[in-house]
């Protein structure tokens, strides 16, 4: 079973910066999209942004120009820089990957636990 651990959720004041990790545990022959999601409370949990394995990005429209995905291949490794945070970014982060396992040939769904953001005004 693939687990991903992140880590660098806070509390930061309006205008202020996080970097959120995520590390996928090493029994993985390798990963597709990965990626960040969020859930506000009372909201459902929406895209933030996904990178493949091509390096192709996806953003929501709300965090472009202030959040940057980047990924480590080579340490199965996703990161999440947000600038200028707004008090709307305000939510539980959860990390995705969709991943090959190195003992089969399935392509699985998984999901992180979720690191609290929270963005004072």
């Known amino acids: 079973q693939v687990q991903l651990v992140e880590s660098g959720g806070a509390l930061v004041q309006a205008g202020g910066s996080l970097r959120l990790s995520c590390a996928a545990s090493?029994?993985?022959?390798?990963?597709?999209?990965m990626g960040w999601y969020r859930q506000a409370p009372g909201k459902q949990r929406e895209l933030v942004a996904t990178?493949?394995?091509?390096?192709?990005?996806n953003y929501a429209d709300s965090v472009k120009g202030r959040f940057t995905i980047s990924r480590d291949n080579a340490k199965n490794t996703v990161y999440l820089q947000m600038n200028s945070l707004k008090p709307e970014d305000t939510a539980v982060y959860y990390c995705?990957?969709?991943?090959?396992?190195?003992?089969?040939?399935?392509?699985?769904?998984?999901w992180g636990r979720g690191t609290q953001v929270t963005v004072s005004s």
């Open positions: 995705k990957a969709d991943a090959f396992l190195i003992s089969d040939y399935f392509l699985r769904e998984y």
């Open positions: 090493v029994n993985i022959r390798s990963i597709n999209n």
């Open positions: 990178e493949n394995n091509s390096g192709n990005i």
